[in-house]
Structure formats: structure tokens, C-alpha cells
């Protein structure tokens, strides 16, 4: 992992409900997988972002739609 998913990595684990770490832990996988293998698109990216908000500390949604907005430019 690179320095920069590994940071990203990090945060969004940092604001994951904490009976919800291994289901995000599984996502961000399969999410860095698929980047790698350049078979992240919108529509998967569609049906996992609903998933991965829930795993989220409420008050901290915001501040990670903000991250995941500026990291998706970079793909």
C-alpha cells in the first residue's frame, strides 16, 4: 500500500463505528484491489458507498465525503 492509500486508509478507519472495523476493513480491500487492477468504476463505486457510510461514525460522515471526494480526483 502506498503512503498516501495507507493515510487514507488510516483516517477512514479512525471514524468507523467500532463494530463496524472489520466490515470496513473488508470494503477498503476489495476498494484498493480494484484500484490496482484499474476495476474501480462509478457503478460499483455506487453501490458501496451507501454501505461504507453506514459503517461510519455519524458525526464524521461529512468530514469523510469531504476526504473521499478530493482522493477520487486522484484516481
Given at each position: 500500500?502506498?503512503?498516501?492509500?495507507?493515510?487514507?486508509?488510516?483516517?477512514?478507519?479512525?471514524r468507523t463505528?467500532?463494530?463496524r472495523k472489520?466490515?470496513?476493513?473488508?470494503?477498503?480491500?476489495?476498494?484498493?484491489?480494484?484500484?490496482?487492477?484499474?476495476?474501480?468504476?462509478?457503478?460499483?463505486?455506487?453501490?458501496?458507498?451507501?454501505?461504507?457510510?453506514?459503517?461510519?461514525?455519524?458525526?464524521?460522515?461529512?468530514?469523510?465525503?469531504?476526504?473521499?471526494?478530493?482522493?477520487s480526483s486522484?484516481?
Amino acid at each position: 500500500m502506498k503512503a498516501e492509500e495507507q493515510k487514507f486508509y488510516d483516517f477512514i478507519m479512525d471514524r468507523t463505528k467500532e463494530d463496524r472495523k472489520e466490515d470496513m476493513k473488508h470494503l477498503l480491500a476489495e476498494l484498493m484491489e480494484r484500484r490496482a487492477t484499474d476495476k474501480l468504476d462509478k457503478m460499483y463505486l455506487m453501490g458501496v458507498v451507501p454501505r461504507a457510510l453506514s459503517y461510519l461514525d455519524p458525526d464524521s460522515v461529512n468530514e469523510v465525503k469531504k476526504v473521499v471526494s478530493e482522493f477520487s480526483s486522484k484516481l
